[in-house]
């Protein structure tokens, strides 16, 4: 089994959709988990990062993390064109070393 | 307030080769980090260094990788007599030196290494 398994996409939604990203996990030592967003040919930039099971908001954007499931959620209301990139999604542990999905590439149509 | 600076952008090696990739971390930033991109995958730890010591090195391959960060000056990662499987997007990161905000990692554009 895959310690992070994410649905690869590609995901395409008109304009002011609600979208929702998924990634589950199976190694209960992640402590804090993270959604990264990455436009093409750039590097990942932070967008979310929580410890606790829960929701935690962000303007248009909303984590969610069910520890007793092991999965992480993220979602975006009203999105954007520029909202259109691949998300991954990334746990850590007692180090610092991260662990990434594969990536949701998601095309946000105007 | 400059971020994570990685250069080249691009890197073009033919096979056996030595390829070198730099990486300047965020001002006030004392940890690196190296993840490499395959197409299709999802970024890999490669290794975790602090100024002068290799703290985590165990994504790493074994033989032709390695990677520094000195005193002064920038990390390198290099990779000796390269091959094709070598191509990827090499990503560098930092982080803090605070251990509350230790694990945002901030990444650099990458460097696109191709071998031909």
């Known amino acids: 089994q895959k310690e992070v398994e994410q649905d690869p996409g590609p995901l395409s939604v008109p304009e002011g959709a609600i979208v929702s990203l998924n990634c589950t996990y199976s190694?209960?030592?992640?402590?804090?988990f993270m959604w990264y967003r990455q436009y093409s040919r750039k590097g990942p930039e932070l967008l979310m990062y929580?410890?606790?099971?829960g929701n935690k908001e962000d303007g248009r954007f909303t984590a969610q993390v069910d520890k007793s499931s092991k999965y992480i959620s993220l979602f975006i209301r009203d999105s954007q064109p520029s909202d259109s990139a691949t998300y991954l999604c990334?746990?850590?542990?007692?180090?610092?070393?991260?662990?990434f999905g594969t990536g949701t590439l998601l095309a946000v149509q105007p | 307030n400059a971020g994570v600076m990685q250069n080249p952008r691009h890197l073009v090696r033919r096979r056996g080769q030595e390829a070198r990739l730099r990486c300047s971390p965020m001002k006030g930033h004392s940890h690196v980090y190296w993840y490499r991109q395959l197409p299709e995958e999802g970024l890999k730890f490669m290794v975790y260094?602090?100024?002068?010591?290799?703290?985590?090195e165990s994504g790493m391959p074994k033989e032709r990788f390695s990677a520094e960060f000195p005193k002064e000056g920038p990390s390198i990662l290099r990779i000796q007599q390269v091959v094709r499987g070598d191509s990827a997007a090499y990503f560098c990161?930092?982080?803090?030196?605070?251990?509350?905000?230790?694990?945002?990692?901030?990444f650099g554009s990458g460097t696109q290494l191709s071998v031909l």
């Open positions: 929580t410890y606790s099971s």
């Open positions: 990161a930092s982080s803090p030196p605070n251990p509350e905000e230790g694990e945002k990692l901030f």
């Open positions: 260094l602090q100024k002068e010591n290799i703290i985590d």
């Open positions: 990334a746990w850590g542990g007692a180090t610092n070393k991260l662990i």
């Open positions: 190694n209960s030592a992640f402590q804090y």
